[in-house]
């Protein structure tokens, strides 16, 4: 099953960027589309970034030119580059196969100063 990576999330100033990191099994992997989601207190669980298994991202408006999501399949790992973070993305990350099938503990990301 899908394993959120160190380094991952943190508390972090606005601004400032992040890297998270996950690795699934190769068989689970391989074939499989990669979805970062996240949710923040009192807030619906959102669709963050997904990535193809060949390649193609898409990511939610509100991340847009600032979020990249990328995929090594020799590693067998997604990652999710944040960057230019606000505070508005605090939220617990979580990271599955698509479509989803369990939800792991996630990781938490706080933005603020």
């Known amino acids: 099953q899908v394993q959120l990576v160190e380094p991952g999330g943190g508390l972090v100033q606005p601004g400032g960027s992040l890297r998270l990191s996950c690795a699934a099994p190769?068989?689970?992997?391989?074939?499989?589309?990669m979805v970062w989601y996240r949710q923040a207190p009192g807030k619906q669980r959102e669709l963050v970034a997904i990535?193809?298994?060949?390649?193609?991202?898409s990511d939610a408006d509100s991340v847009k030119g600032r979020f990249f999501m990328s995929r090594d399949d020799a590693k067998n790992t997604v990652y999710l580059q944040m960057s230019g973070l606000k505070p508005e993305d605090t939220a617990r990350y979580y990271c599955?196969?698509?479509?989803?099938?369990?939800w792991g503990q996630g990781t938490q990301v706080t933005v603020s100063t």
């Open positions: 990535i193809t298994s060949s390649g193609t991202t």
């Open positions: 190769e068989s689970i992997f391989r074939n499989a589309a």
């Open positions: 599955s196969t698509d479509p989803v099938s369990s």
